[in-house]
Nanobody
Framework: QVQLVESGGGSVQTGGSLRLSCAFS????????MAWFRQSPGKEREGVAT??????????YYADSVKGRFTISRDNLKKTLYLEMNSLKPEDAAQYYC???????????????????WGQGTQVTVSS
């Protein structure tokens, strides 16, 4: 059984940086697609970034809105997922969720429907 616990959220000013972490409990962490999603009040949950399973190399996928500003990474020894967020904008403010799934169709790597394991989320606030 997979459990995911996010941390690292907080409040920053526009242009600031944050690093989110997601601790994975369970086995075969390296075999999972790992992802970050976010959701603001009144909006649908949207994909932010996804990293593929690690069998020697990884691929990363990003939403257009965060390309060049956010970086997703994984540490297989620590079984931890990270999201480095730079140049934060007010529109990045949201509840950020970590998600995991062993097999994800490439068409669904940034779609919530592709993932079956979710954390409780961590809040990111960006003030102007």
């Amino acid at each position: 059984q997979v459990q995911l616990v996010e941390s690292g959220g907080g409040s920053v000013q526009t242009g600031g940086s944050l690093r989110l972490s997601c601790a994975f409990s369970g086995s075969r962490y390296n075999a999972y697609y790992m992802a970050w999603f976010r959701q603001s009040p009144g909006k649908e949950r949207e994909g932010v970034a996804t990293i593929s399973p690690d069998f020697g190399s990884v691929s990363a996928y990003y939403a257009d809105s965060v390309k060049g500003r956010f970086t997703i990474s994984r540490d297989n020894l620590k079984k931890t997922l990270y999201l480095e967020m730079n140049s934060l904008k007010p529109e990045d403010a949201a509840q950020y969720y970590c998600a995991a799934q062993e097999n994800v169709n490439r068409d669904y790597v940034l779609r919530p429907v592709g993932f079956g394991n979710w954390g409780q989320g961590t809040q990111v606030t960006v003030s102007s």
